[in-house]
């Protein structure tokens, strides 16, 4: 009797085994066909996803970096992120400078984010004062590993109030509106400071600073060998050596 009930609780317990794999195949399925069925950029649900936020007015140097710097695979060919970009509504975007970009995903029906990049553009209150932009960082900030911010990006993340107490950076002569504004940020010197990173939050001057903050990120989620192999498939690595 014994015997009989033991084995009772083992087959209970690899049946139990066995429906959570299948659910999981399942809700893999179950994604991958509404990434058919709304046309959305297929992605392999087993590498980590960095998501690029992207609203009018955005500035292309700062949805550029990251999309460039993680979208480069491995040396030896391999692809170890999935970079998607995210916005309000399924429409064509105009960047800060006039180039049109239409997001991936929506708000509402995005993947499991890994790290969420928030940009600028030349009107961050327009962006502070969008409620939809605000929620969405901050359920975000429940499941990422990391945030990063860029230039203006900070009184965005400001606004939402996930990073208070936590060192941040904006664009340069930025800090002062950006402290006055949201008190509890511990505000970095912007003349002094390029990027700035503490715990899972980011931070940079924004434009083509973007791409340091952005390397590393890379490397924190990698290794400094592969930040070096980037660096050199881009030629980065020679604009930095500049004289």
Do not use: W
Not at 11 to 36: A, D, M, R, V, Y
Not at 161 to 173: H, R
């Amino acid at each position: 009797m014994k015997n009989i009930t033991l084995c009772l609780v083992f087959l209970t317990f690899f049946s139990c085994i066995k429906q959570q794999k299948n659910n999981s195949i399942s809700n893999k399925t179950n994604i991958i066909q509404q990434q058919e069925k709304m046309k959305l950029k297929l992605i392999d649900l087993n590498l980590p996803t960095i998501g690029i936020l992207i609203f009018e007015g955005v500035i292309i140097n700062e949805v550029i970096a990251p999309l460039d710097v993680f979208s480069n695979s491995s040396i030896e060919q391999k692809k170890l992120f999935n970079v998607i970009t995210i916005a309000p509504e399924n429409k064509t975007y105009k960047s800060a400078h006039g180039l049109k970009i239409k997001p991936d995903y929506i708000l509402n029906n995005v993947p499991h984010l890994k790290v969420l990049v928030v940009p600028s553009s030349y009107t961050p209150k327009k962006q502070a004062n969008n409620k939809e932009l605000v929620n969405f960082i901050k359920e975000q900030n429940k499941s990422t590993d990391y945030i990063a911010s860029h230039c203006a990006g900070a009184f965005l993340i400001g606004e939402t109030g996930i990073a208070d107490n936590k060192k941040i950076v904006t664009y340069v002569t930025g800090g002062k509106a950006l402290k006055t504004e949201y008190p509890n940020l511990n505000v970095a010197d912007d003349n002094k400071v390029s990027v700035v990173q503490d715990g899972k939050f980011i931070s940079s001057n924004g434009s083509l600073v973007s791409y340091i903050a952005s390397f590393d990120l890379l490397e924190e989620l990698t290794n400094k060998e592969h930040r070096k192999f980037v660096e050199s498939s881009i030629l980065f690595d020679r604009i930095k050596n500049h004289n």
